[in-house]
C-alpha cells in the first residue's frame, strides 16, 4: 500500500523568497515519487521525479527536491518564487512493481500564493 | 513525452444521462487511466484501462457507474452514467510513459445541474 501527505494544504510567499512544500509519504516497495504542478484550468505538468538514481533531483522552472529515506520525505523547493509559481502542487508516489501496474497515489495537494 | 487530448474539454448535463469522455494519445502507450478530480480535492484514480481486456477498477468505482472501453494503444473512453450532481468533477486521463512516467490530459470539466 502506499499513501503521500502533504502537510501545507496552503502555502503564502513573497515573490522573490525561498518556497518550500512538505510531502512525506508510505511505501511498501522501492518508490517512485513526482511532484506534479496544476495551474488554474490547466492540465498538470510533471515538475520532476525520483526513480531511485540521485537523491538530490532537479525539476523545471528551478524547482528541486530530496528524498530521504529515513525520514520518508521528498520536499519540493525553489529559492526564489515567481508570480507564475503561483498554482497547486501535488506530491505523487508509485511503488517501483510491474504488477502495481504505475498505478499513482496523490498527496492532498498544496496551493501556493505568491505576493507581489 | 506523450501528448494527450481529450474531448470534450467541459459539459454541463442534465441529471440521469451519461457522458463519454473521449482520450486520444499521440503515441501508442501501454497503460492509461482515468481520474476524477472533485472541486477543491485532489486527484483520485478511477480506474486502469487494458488494452484489449476489461478495465481494472479502485475501490468505490463501478464498471456499470464508469464504463470503460480500450480498442487500442492510443485511445480509451470512460463514460459517467446515470450522472447526478455528486459526479461533478475533473475528469483526467492520463498515459504511462518511460521510467514510471504518467503524463496527463488537460481535462474535461463536467457539471451536473
Known amino acids: 500500500a502506499q499513501s503521500v501527505t502533504q502537510l501545507d494544504s496552503h502555502v503564502s510567499v513573497s515573490e522573490g523568497t525561498p518556497v518550500l512544500l512538505r510531502c512525506n509519504y508510505s511505501?511498501?516497495?522501492?518508490?517512485?515519487l513526482f511532484w506534479y504542478v496544476q495551474h488554474p484550468n490547466k492540465g498538470l505538468q510533471l515538475l520532476l521525479k525520483?526513480?531511485?538514481?540521485?537523491?538530490l533531483v532537479k525539476g523545471i522552472n528551478g524547482f528541486e527536491a530530496e528524498f530521504k529515506k529515513s525520514e520518508t520525505s521528498f520536499h519540493l523547493t525553489k529559492p526564489s518564487a515567481h508570480m507564475s509559481d503561483a498554482a497547486e502542487y501535488f506530491c505523487?508516489?508509485?511503488?517501483?512493481?510491474?504488477?502495481?501496474?504505475?498505478?499513482?497515489?496523490f498527496g492532498g495537494g498544496t496551493r501556493v500564493l505568491v505576493k507581489p | 513525452s506523450a501528448v494527450i487530448s481529450q474531448k470534450p474539454s467541459r459539459d454541463i448535463c442534465q441529471r440521469g444521462t451519461s457522458l463519454t469522455i473521449q482520450c486520444q494519445v499521440d503515441?501508442?502507450?501501454?497503460?492509461m487511466f482515468w481520474y476524477r478530480q472533485q472541486p477543491g480535492q485532489s486527484l483520485t484514480l478511477i480506474a486502469t484501462a487494458n488494452q484489449g481486456s476489461e478495465a481494472t477498477y479502485e475501490s468505490g468505482f463501478v464498471i456499470d457507474k464508469f464504463p470503460i472501453s480500450r480498442p487500442n494503444l492510443t485511445f480509451s473512453t470512460l463514460t459517467v452514467s446515470n450522472m447526478s450532481p455528486e459526479d461533478s468533477s475533473i475528469y483526467l486521463c492520463?498515459?504511462?510513459?518511460?521510467?514510471?512516467?504518467?503524463?496527463f490530459g488537460p481535462g474535461t470539466r463536467l457539471t451536473v445541474t
Open positions: 525520483y526513480t531511485s538514481a540521485a537523491t
Open positions: 503515441s501508442q502507450v501501454t497503460m
Open positions: 511505501s511498501s516497495y522501492s518508490p517512485s
Open positions: 492520463s498515459a504511462s510513459g518511460h521510467r514510471y512516467e504518467q503524463y
Open positions: 505523487v508516489v508509485s511503488d517501483q512493481i510491474k504488477a502495481a501496474g504505475n498505478k499513482l497515489t
